[in-house]
Every structure is written in C-alpha cells, then in structure tokens.
C-alpha cells in the first residue's frame, strides 16, 4: 500500500506488489457490489477462513465433535500448507477465546527478537537504515511463535488429542492439493523471489518454473516437520531436527536465531483489552498487539455520536472515524509495545474518560491536522497476515489471526523444514519516527531489544451481546486490520448491516501518519469527496482499480436468533464452511 507510505521507492515498489498477493486474490471482487454474496449459514457451527481447504477441515474437526479451539487449532495448522503466504510454521499469531462458560482468554505467539538482537541492527555506519533487511535477509526472522502457541491452547482447551488436530494438516502437505488460480497466480507472482534462495525454489517451482493450476502441490518436508509437532509437540519444532535445521539455515546465512532462542521460546496467556460499544462487549487483543488498545480507544471516541442517523457512507460519519482513527493512531506511535519490556499504559488508552478528553477538540465541520495532533498526554502510572474466524453450537468462540508478516515473510523456506520464514522484525520501530513497511511510526516503547516483541496491529475480536458471543471477526492488511475491525463492528452495531454487507461493504483508513484517507474504489460517492475536501480532507487517496481489490480480508461469523452465518471476505477466494446438520 503505497499509499501509507512516506519513503523510499524500493519500499513503495514492494508495497504495491504485498497489496497484489497478499490480501488477495485472482478474482477480481469489487467490494462495492449493491448485493454482497450470501453468507453461509448453519445452526452447528462455523469456520470463516482465507482457504477453503482450511475451512472445511475446522468444519470437520467441529462435525467430529471437536470443539472451536480444537477447529481453529486445526484449521491454524491447515492454513500454513494451504494458505502459505501467510498461514505459518514459521511466523506467529494471537488467539482470542470466548468458552462457552464465559471465560475470556488470549495466546500471544508472537514472534521475539533474537537473544543476539539490537536496537540498530538494521542500521549503516551513518546511522541509516540499510534498505531490505528488516524484510529480505535472515536478519528478518523473528523466532517463531506459531508452534508453541497452537499446541498450547489445544493443551490447554482444546478437547481433541494433538494427533487428530494436526493430522488433516499433513495429509494437505503429503497428499498434496490441487492448486486453484489463486494459489498457481500468487506462487506465479512470487517466482523472482523465491528464485533468490534454493530452498524455497524447492518448495514453491518445479524445474524451476511455477506450479499452474491444476497440478497438485505436494509437500513432503512441511509434511514431515509436520509429523515431527504431531509426535513430539513442541520439542518436535523447537528442538530435534526441525530446530537443527532451522539453526543451520541461520548460521549458513547471517541469521541469529540459534538453539538458545528456540528453547527459550514460550506463548503468553495475556489478560483481553475488553471495553464497551452500546452495550456490546468487545474483547480483543491486547499489547504486543496494538490492535485491541487502538479498537477499544476509537469505539469509545465513537459512542459519543450518532454513526447509525449519520448513515454508512456519510461524510459527517467518515469524517468522525477518520478523526478517531488520527488520534488512536498517533498514540500507537508513542505508547505501544511489548509490556514485557515497556510500561505501556493500557487502562489509561482504554478509559472513557480519556476518549473523552481526546476527542474533545473533535470538530464536526473540520479535519484534524496530523502534524498537530500530537500523541495525548497519559500520565504514565507511575510511571500476508491471515485471519479466522470459529464459532461452535455450545457457545465457544475464537478469533484467530496468524503472520509471516510481508505476503510469504522473507521469503525463505528454512532448508529440509518446507516451512516460510517470517520477516516480523520489521514491525520493529528500526529507528525513531522512520516508517516501517506499513508507513507506521514508532519510537522507544517499539525499539528492538533482545528477547522482545515486535508490536502488532492484528486484532483478533469478539464481541458480545448480553453474555452471548455475537460477532468474530478480525483482518490482515497490516496497519489497515485495526481500521477494517472497527467498520465491521460499526456495520453490524450502528448500522445494522447483515454479515455479508457487514463485510462486503466499503472501507476506508487514516493512520495519523500520512495523513489522508486511503480507500476502495467507489467507497466515497463524489459528493461525499466534495463534502469531505470542504471539511480539510485534502488527501483522498482511492485505491488503484488495477490492485482490482481492497483493503482487508475480514473472515467473520456472525450468531443471530436464526443461527450462526460465515462470510468469508469476497474481496479475496476465501471460503466459509458451516458444519452439517447432523441427519
Ligand atoms: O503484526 C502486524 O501488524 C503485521 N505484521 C501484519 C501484517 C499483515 O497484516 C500483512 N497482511 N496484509
């Protein structure tokens, strides 16, 4: 996405071709379609996800009597043979949880700096940064957290032994699939970069040509890596031969993730960012994720109008979100990071009352200037991405979002593993207030430090009607996914809209920093575009009809009185599966 972008042209080159693979597909889908495709609909359960393989394995996993922490584990370990531009072994995620008996739970598998990490090391000797390394060398790699974190929930809550969670997952790898155009064109586009390292041209080419659609794709030694998790657990990806493989890919390269890191690798249970909207309950992701602390922050600068008389697609409501999204985002920059290394102050960032205070210069008639709106003062206390969404019939929810981080990360295969490598490490702050891929600034709280997280925008949400969980939902797109979950919830909560126009409709996003409005094609009528440049939103930036598709890919189920819908996102060639009714 360009369009977020302030520098350099190589990025910007790259941008634009994340934006054709990663939140994509063939088809191309105009998001603005007047009747959005029906969603899928059954009374016993749902999986929303970006494949279609990925989806019915959920869907059976529930069917087998498995419950949604067993099919979205499953269906995790599905996406990384079926999905790989952003399913994972090889990246990381967050998981939010709703069981059926009320308890709200997240796994934070997020990516670490390596123990040999520092803050300029992606810096030249005159303290500029070396273009490419946080996202194109084995410098790039954060240690993997997906393993541990899928085996520790299905541990933890999941009701299905490991081997029967995972065994659909190596069945896709050894049997193969047969590759649909989606998959064939992506791995077409991504030829030239592969070509860079043999071991993915061992995966992702045959004779050193793409595989085409039709052919079936097999995959033996994700197979085998695969097998190695099913048998061993954990100790069968951060130890024994799939970790000696991985190291050895490192030392070979100037990576720095050794056996130390991989040992010392452990997913987090993290208390939610939980807030209100209208009597709803929202429960999402909290820090390293920023995703949960920005949503939660602009809901409540929202409540204090009337989206819903303002109508979908009005200015006065653009221009509301936009100035929430300015303020929301300007503070990610400031004050989010890894509360394991940074005090960041999450009461305060979620508190009605500072919402208030932060959007009390809020002016209905004008735009918010981003060179003045500076991050709020919070007295300190003391001081190609991929998302899922699951819902069973007893209650149980989860939302589920995974990353290598860029569409197929570095673009590594770790030799012998059949897995991607991410490249996560460039959601670091390389250096204060110098963009990262995603345009997104940041300063000390996002600094690299050995051991640390990497902050995140993904923000895996459910909320809540009464007790009930209502909605599951979440994206990719980098620093669009907090944007795409807020219209989403605002569609369903304010508007009204049922899921499938809840999720096929229009988006837009403002990031604080550039500041303009990146948005779909046919999003903003002309005379919405009038209204909003009089108001002082000069920079309206629509998404090129030639990237044929929009922002997001926000996989959601819905629960009503009727029963439970799934909509995969129509931007993208995504599928949702609802489990049979049992004859
Ligand atoms: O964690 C993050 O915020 C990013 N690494 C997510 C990357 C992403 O969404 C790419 N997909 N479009």
Redesign the pocket.
Known sequence: MKFLMFSATSRVLFYHV?CLV??TSVVSNNPARAASPQAEFSRQGMVASRSGWASQVGADILAKGGNAVDAAVAVGFALAVTYPS?GNLGG?GFMVIRLADGRLITNDH?EKAPLAADKDMYLDAEGEIVEGLSTRSHLAVGVPGTVAGLLDVLAAYGTLPRAQVIQPAIDLAQRGIILDRDLAQQFQRRLKDFAAYASSMAVFSRDGQAWRQGERFKQPDLAATLKRIKKYGKAGFYGGKTADLLVAEMTANGGLITHEDLLAYESKWRKPVTGTYRGHTIVSMPPP???GVLLVQMLNMLETLDLGTMGYGSAASIHAMVEAQRRAYADRAEYLGDPDFYPVPVARLISKTYAAQRYADFDPQRAGVSSVVKPGKIPLESM???HASVMDAAGNAVAY?S?????YGSKIVAGGTGFLL?N?M??FSSKENVPNF?G?LGRRANAIEPGKR?????TPTIVLKGDQPLLVTG???????ITTTLQIILNVIDHGMTLNDAVASPRFHHQWQPDRIVHETYAFSPDTRAVLHRMGHQQLFTIPAFLGRGI??ANSVLRTKEGIFGMSDPRNAGRAVGVPVTP
Do not use: Q
Request: charged content about 15%.
């Open positions: 994340l990663l939140v952003a990381g997020r994720s920023s995703g190609e991405t991929t979002t990353t290598l981080n860029l569409s991410n996560e460039d959601d995603y997104l990497m902050l995140s925008s993904m994206s990719p797109g980098g620093s669009t996914i997001g890919d």
